[in-house]
């Protein structure tokens, strides 16, 4: 076949791009260097839109081990444990077919992770829908929600917590995230890198198919009417043959005859092999007769292009190959020799005894195209000057049990009992809480993981919004009584050709430095995902941070449910009552304008701080963040799940009392104390110039709020336990 | 008191089990799946997981492995066998217990802790213990006990009901049934009690850090009646 300018376009590359490769090359390609270009120089593997500005991130500290660039991050946790983390999208898959994309987005993401070494102990996952209202939300919750159970379930790896919104900005494109915690021994981790020449290179795992062939491609396309006829390129997971690929690979691992390991991901055998190759700054040579395929008749263009999923390209020490295929054979898996690493720098490829393709690593890897898109700066708006009138003839009560039913704030239960959150018997804090909590097994030590997104604040302003989901982040963490560590982003955005887009993943990319920076909480993994776009409509753009804390004796786990009746109720930081951009101006007064919250990380990491200073002390009986909804949303919510009833009076300040209770101000948390301890608490809080103030007690079953009539907790519990649940299966 | 716990491919509670067994004294051993024999032992644990993926029906493929002719012919030899949630699905595929374990009434995979109500404590696995009602853990996608209306009968008249679903105080109402089972059933035994299926893991809830701690109960009295 002769390649022009018009197939490389139907390969998703630019014209300019395709000139490019010609001019590298000093020919023009074949139809599989073609592919293999293509692969190479979309958006999802060359990050050629984001890169510039990822490289600003703050990726060092002194817990990282490994920063981003391989397939994990990881970060010390003290004695000789690490945890390798990362956060990975599966958006376009999971809209097209929302059952197979997630599960596979969940698949890809843990063999990220088993890849260096560890042993996964947790899943998480940031999961975005439409509008409830929109026709294709239920089923594709529904889909997306059984996909990451029924891989998740079936490896035997429990998922501990994760985030769900919905808003129209989603309704033509989803968001699935998936995020993945092991453990691994500091000294036996295992990285991507090739080393040596004449090494052997090893397949195993499932076979090739035809699945998925041009899975990253399309995942790096916008969406339009004919999205259905993708269908093909949305990979087919098969969890049992992933649990087979860990325990064999962990079991290879365990011996001493692997140099370098990378699992088949986006790209499949294109990028693993040229990632290996790449870093090794070496050659490599594949005879793709070798290779195990599932089909007939499969050429070498489709043999590299293929996503198929559960397969893992090793190099190992030469003389080793008889003892690693017995360990494949015992798990009943594919292992197969299919060439070499050489001394060339170059790729090349075998069929049929003949050469049929041969590029140069470095015009794949480091020549891939870089571009500094043109961005626009978002202005922050304007503030909005509520008639305070219009409060009047509400009550809080009403507003408070509004809100707890809402879509984005009542109970998610119906979705983490559907995801197996207990098995490895180490969660001591399950889903439905500020962070899940995992014990290190066999260890005193506990770790303490969330995952954030605030699509609303990132849209009204990029840049505040990227410094409040990394902010949101770290108080999560902090309200269990960890200490965080670090972080991993997934970067959701719109088309990069867009200047409004593409300006807003700048300013999210500059806030989440700043925060991270200040914090001491740096990026260690992640990933973007552009063209979240259907039919020239964008999504809000939605950053999720994925965070990861330690705490040292899992007996100081703190949790957010009240305990007793009669302990005081405390607000840390300051209530400025900031109303815009917050659900109850969204959701009750109906006004979407205005600038989000103000951050301050000088307070955001005091406040913290000496939040944990108090834990420590062993002062606090119950610890919760306050973020959507207020103060009073997070009282109630730290009621509902302690069954208490509580009284509050708000403190003389000059604020309204709808501005108090439903303000979202940053840095704040609700503590439970015994009264005993008021002044001991008082002492630290001063001590740290930390504001707080005292704004009530737990009761046994009564809400009392100001003066307003008193209601029964079971009507809190009401507001916020049922609606998904009906609304997905009533 | 020696244990085995066998590991089919795809097992995913065989680490908790092992766990689980060590901390209340038995001595356990890991059998693989292509082994033919097992070391001698007073106790076979089949644990939860997805056998073989469990793309069959559950446990299908478990109950023609190889090493599962030496828990028959133990199991039939009087020896204590238990099968925790898949592991009751390979008991009643290997028709080592009666029934089946159909996909959950509300067709959703389901993980929460239960109540459970012992119903025949005179048996190895509950003799003594000191509760009426255990909160465990359960884990599945299909739990959904059925059998004929003979076998029922069979396994009321034989005492072989183990545990059923029930709230804090032991009522066994249709709302604390979290699967549909028949009668509320979350696990039988066979006819001389030798051999107990059961869904609800209690590997899971062995300390006051995890979602309950009443697995403790279970194991310490199983060791104690075994001694």
Redesign the interface.
């Given at each position: 076949m002769e390649i022009n300018e018009q197939i490389a376009i139907d390969h998703g590359l630019k014209k300019e791009e395709f000139n490019k490769i010609c001019d590298l090359l000093k020919r023009t390609p074949n139809i599989t260097e073609l592919g293999i270009f293509s692969a190479m120089w979309n958006e999802h593997c060359s990050y050629k839109s984001s890169r510039i500005h990822l490289k600003k991130l703050n990726t060092k500290g002194k817990k990282v081990i490994q920063g981003p660039g391989e397939n994990a991050g990881i970060i010390d946790i003290e004695d000789d444990d690490a945890i390798v983390f990362k956060i990975e999208s599966h958006n376009h898959p999971s809209f097209i077919e929302p059952y197979q994309g997630a599960a596979t987005g969940v698949g890809g993401i843990m063999r990220d992770v088993f890849t260096m070494g560890a042993r996964p102990i947790a899943n998480l996952n940031s999961i975005h829908f439409g509008s409830p209202q929109h026709p294709k939300t239920k089923n594709l919750l529904r889909g997306v929600v059984?996909g990451i159970?029924?891989y998740g379930?079936?490896?035997?790896i429990p998922t501990i917590g994760g985030q769900t919104s919905f808003d129209e900005s989603y309704n033509g494109n989803i968001l699935v995230n998936a995020m993945t915690l092991g453990l691994v021994n500091k000294k036996k981790i295992f990285y991507s890198k090739a080393a040596g020449i004449n090494k052997p290179v090893i397949y195993v795992g499932s076979k090739t198919g035809r699945d998925g062939i041009h899975g990253a491609s399309m995942a790096s396309a916008i969406f339009d009417d004919k999205i259905e006829e993708k269908k093909p390129t949305v990979q087919v997971g098969?969890?049992?043959?992933e649990?087979?690929l860990l325990e064999a690979c962990l079991e290879l691992m365990a011996g001493k005859s692997i140099i370098s390991i990378q699992d088949m991901g986006a790209a499949g055998l294109t990028s693993s092999s040229i990632e290996m190759a790449s870093k090794g700054n070496l050659g490599i040579e594949l005879n793709l007769n070798k290779v195990p395929c599932r089909e007939e008749k499969m050429t070498p263009y489709e043999i590299m292009l293929s996503e198929s999923q559960e397969r893992m390209l090793i190099v190992l020490e030469n003389g080793k190959e008889a003892e690693a295929k017995k360990i494949f054979d015992k798990?009943?898996l594919d292992f197969a020799v299919i060439g070499k690493t050489t001394d060339t720098k170059k790729i090349e490829l075998l069929f049929d005894s003949k050469k049929v393709a041969e590029i140069p690593i470095n015009i794949l890897a480091e020549n891939a195209p870089i571009y500094d898109r043109k961005w626009k700066k978002t202005k922050l708006p304007q503030k909005i000057k509520f008639n305070k009138d219009d409060f009047k003839k509400l009550k809080i009560t009403e507003v408070l049990k509004k809100i707890l039913s809402l879509p984005n704030i009542s109970s998610k239960e119906w979705i983490?009992?559907?995801?197996?959150?207990?098995?490895?018997?180490d969660?001591?804090q399950?889903p439905g809480s500020d962070s899940g909590v995992i014990?290190v097994h066999g260890t005193r030590k506990a770790v303490a993981t969330s995952v954030d997104s605030s699509a609303v604040y990132c849209y009204a302003h990029p840049l505040t919004g990227g410094k409040q989901v990394v902010c949101e982040s770290w108080r999560n963490l902090i309200s269990c009584g960890s200490k965080p560590i670090a972080i991993t982003n997934c970067l959701n955005f719109g088309n990069p050709e867009k200047e409004k887009n593409m300006g807003e993943f700048v300013e999210c990319v500059k806030g989440i430095n700043e925060a991270s920076k200040f914090l001491d909480y740096p990026v260690v993994s992640g990933n973007v995902s552009f063209y979240n776009e259907t039919k020239d409509k964008g999504i809000k753009p939605t950053p999720a941070i994925g965070g990861v804390g330690l705490i040292k004796d899992?007996?100081k786990?703190v949790t957010m449910n009240l305990k007793n009746n009669e302990n005081l109720i405390l607000v840390i930081g300051k209530t400025e009552g900031h109303i815009d951009q917050s659900v109850f101006a969204i959701n009750i007064l109906n006004e979407k304008k205005g600038p989000p919250p103000v951050v301050n990380l000088f307070n955001e990491k005091n406040n913290g701080e000496t939040v944990l200073k108090l834990n420590a002390e062993g002062l606090i009986n119950s610890l919760h963040d306050v973020s959507l909804g207020g103060i009073i949303t997070a009282v109630s919510k730290m009621a509902i799940k302690g069954k208490k009833g509580f009284k509050l009076n708000k403190p003389k300040v000059l604020i309204n009392k709808f501005d108090y209770y439903f303000g979202e101000d940053q840095g704040r948390y609700i503590i439970e104390i015994e009264p005993k301890n008021l002044s001991k608490v008082q002492k630290i809080l001063k001590d740290n110039s930390v504001h707080y103030d005292e704004i009530g007690l737990v009761a046994e079953k009564d809400v009392i709020i100001d003066k307003e009539p008193i209601i029964h907790i079971d009507d809190l519990i009401k507001s916020n336990k049922y609606w998904l649940a009906d609304y997905m299966?009533k | 008191m020696k244990s085995a716990v066998i590991i089919f491919?795809?097992s995913?509670?065989d680490?908790?089990m092992d766990?689980?067994l060590k901390k209340f004294g038995f001595k356990n051993q890991m059998v693989w799946h292509n082994d033919q024999e097992i070391p001698k032992s007073d106790l076979i644990v089949l644990p939860?997981?997805?056998s073989?993926?469990?793309?069959l029906r559950c446990g299908s493929i478990a109950g023609k492995s190889k090493i599962i002719k030496s828990v028959v012919e133990f199991a039939n030899s009087g020896g204590l066998v238990l099968g925790i949630c898949n592991g009751f699905q390979i008991l009643t595929e290997t028709g080592l217990l009666p029934g089946v374990l159909l996909q959950n009434k509300?067709q959703?995979?389901?993980?929460?802790n239960v109540h459970v109500k012992i119903n025949n404590k005179e048996n190895k696995y509950f003799k003594n213990i000191k509760k009426e009602i255990l909160e465990l853990?359960i884990?599945h996608?299909e739990g959904n006990y059925f059998c004929s209306e003979d076998e029922i009968k069979s396994l009321n008249d034989n005492n072989q009901i183990a545990v059923t679903y029930c709230n804090e105080k032991g009522r066994e109402d249709e709302q604390y049934n979290p699967n549909g089972a028949l009668k509320n059933i979350a696990g039988i035994f066979s006819k001389n009690k030798n051999i107990l299926g059961m869904m609800p893991?209690p590997?899971?809830v062995?300390d006051k850090?995890?979602?309950s701690n009443d697995g403790s109960f279970f194991f310490e009295n199983l060791f104690e009646n075994l001694k």
């Amino acid at each position: 076949m002769e390649i022009n300018e018009q197939i490389a376009i139907d390969h998703g590359l630019k014209k300019e791009e395709f000139n490019k490769i010609c001019d590298l090359l000093k020919r023009t390609p074949n139809i599989t260097e073609l592919g293999i270009f293509s692969a190479m120089w979309n958006e999802h593997c060359s990050y050629k839109s984001s890169r510039i500005h990822l490289k600003k991130l703050n990726t060092k500290g002194k817990k990282v081990i490994q920063g981003p660039g391989e397939n994990a991050g990881i970060i010390d946790i003290e004695d000789d444990d690490a945890i390798v983390f990362k956060i990975e999208s599966h958006n376009h898959p999971s809209f097209i077919e929302p059952y197979q994309g997630a599960a596979t987005g969940v698949g890809g993401i843990m063999r990220d992770v088993f890849t260096m070494g560890a042993r996964p102990i947790a899943n998480l996952n940031s999961i975005h829908f439409g509008s409830p209202q929109h026709p294709k939300t239920k089923n594709l919750l529904r889909g997306v929600v059984k996909g990451i159970g029924g891989y998740g379930n079936c490896m035997g790896i429990p998922t501990i917590g994760g985030q769900t919104s919905f808003d129209e900005s989603y309704n033509g494109n989803i968001l699935v995230n998936a995020m993945t915690l092991g453990l691994v021994n500091k000294k036996k981790i295992f990285y991507s890198k090739a080393a040596g020449i004449n090494k052997p290179v090893i397949y195993v795992g499932s076979k090739t198919g035809r699945d998925g062939i041009h899975g990253a491609s399309m995942a790096s396309a916008i969406f339009d009417d004919k999205i259905e006829e993708k269908k093909p390129t949305v990979q087919v997971g098969d969890p049992f043959t992933e649990k087979l690929l860990l325990e064999a690979c962990l079991e290879l691992m365990a011996g001493k005859s692997i140099i370098s390991i990378q699992d088949m991901g986006a790209a499949g055998l294109t990028s693993s092999s040229i990632e290996m190759a790449s870093k090794g700054n070496l050659g490599i040579e594949l005879n793709l007769n070798k290779v195990p395929c599932r089909e007939e008749k499969m050429t070498p263009y489709e043999i590299m292009l293929s996503e198929s999923q559960e397969r893992m390209l090793i190099v190992l020490e030469n003389g080793k190959e008889a003892e690693a295929k017995k360990i494949f054979d015992k798990w009943n898996l594919d292992f197969a020799v299919i060439g070499k690493t050489t001394d060339t720098k170059k790729i090349e490829l075998l069929f049929d005894s003949k050469k049929v393709a041969e590029i140069p690593i470095n015009i794949l890897a480091e020549n891939a195209p870089i571009y500094d898109r043109k961005w626009k700066k978002t202005k922050l708006p304007q503030k909005i000057k509520f008639n305070k009138d219009d409060f009047k003839k509400l009550k809080i009560t009403e507003v408070l049990k509004k809100i707890l039913s809402l879509p984005n704030i009542s109970s998610k239960e119906w979705i983490w009992e559907q995801y197996d959150h207990t098995v490895m018997g180490d969660t001591i804090q399950k889903p439905g809480s500020d962070s899940g909590v995992i014990r290190v097994h066999g260890t005193r030590k506990a770790v303490a993981t969330s995952v954030d997104s605030s699509a609303v604040y990132c849209y009204a302003h990029p840049l505040t919004g990227g410094k409040q989901v990394v902010c949101e982040s770290w108080r999560n963490l902090i309200s269990c009584g960890s200490k965080p560590i670090a972080i991993t982003n997934c970067l959701n955005f719109g088309n990069p050709e867009k200047e409004k887009n593409m300006g807003e993943f700048v300013e999210c990319v500059k806030g989440i430095n700043e925060a991270s920076k200040f914090l001491d909480y740096p990026v260690v993994s992640g990933n973007v995902s552009f063209y979240n776009e259907t039919k020239d409509k964008g999504i809000k753009p939605t950053p999720a941070i994925g965070g990861v804390g330690l705490i040292k004796d899992y007996k100081k786990i703190v949790t957010m449910n009240l305990k007793n009746n009669e302990n005081l109720i405390l607000v840390i930081g300051k209530t400025e009552g900031h109303i815009d951009q917050s659900v109850f101006a969204i959701n009750i007064l109906n006004e979407k304008k205005g600038p989000p919250p103000v951050v301050n990380l000088f307070n955001e990491k005091n406040n913290g701080e000496t939040v944990l200073k108090l834990n420590a002390e062993g002062l606090i009986n119950s610890l919760h963040d306050v973020s959507l909804g207020g103060i009073i949303t997070a009282v109630s919510k730290m009621a509902i799940k302690g069954k208490k009833g509580f009284k509050l009076n708000k403190p003389k300040v000059l604020i309204n009392k709808f501005d108090y209770y439903f303000g979202e101000d940053q840095g704040r948390y609700i503590i439970e104390i015994e009264p005993k301890n008021l002044s001991k608490v008082q002492k630290i809080l001063k001590d740290n110039s930390v504001h707080y103030d005292e704004i009530g007690l737990v009761a046994e079953k009564d809400v009392i709020i100001d003066k307003e009539p008193i209601i029964h907790i079971d009507d809190l519990i009401k507001s916020n336990k049922y609606w998904l649940a009906d609304y997905m299966d009533k | 008191m020696k244990s085995a716990v066998i590991i089919f491919p795809g097992s995913n509670c065989d680490r908790d089990m092992d766990v689980a067994l060590k901390k209340f004294g038995f001595k356990n051993q890991m059998v693989w799946h292509n082994d033919q024999e097992i070391p001698k032992s007073d106790l076979i644990v089949l644990p939860g997981g997805f056998s073989y993926g469990d793309y069959l029906r559950c446990g299908s493929i478990a109950g023609k492995s190889k090493i599962i002719k030496s828990v028959v012919e133990f199991a039939n030899s009087g020896g204590l066998v238990l099968g925790i949630c898949n592991g009751f699905q390979i008991l009643t595929e290997t028709g080592l217990l009666p029934g089946v374990l159909l996909q959950n009434k509300y067709q959703k995979f389901i993980c929460k802790n239960v109540h459970v109500k012992i119903n025949n404590k005179e048996n190895k696995y509950f003799k003594n213990i000191k509760k009426e009602i255990l909160e465990l853990h359960i884990a599945h996608n299909e739990g959904n006990y059925f059998c004929s209306e003979d076998e029922i009968k069979s396994l009321n008249d034989n005492n072989q009901i183990a545990v059923t679903y029930c709230n804090e105080k032991g009522r066994e109402d249709e709302q604390y049934n979290p699967n549909g089972a028949l009668k509320n059933i979350a696990g039988i035994f066979s006819k001389n009690k030798n051999i107990l299926g059961m869904m609800p893991h209690p590997e899971r809830v062995i300390d006051k850090c995890l979602s309950s701690n009443d697995g403790s109960f279970f194991f310490e009295n199983l060791f104690e009646n075994l001694k």
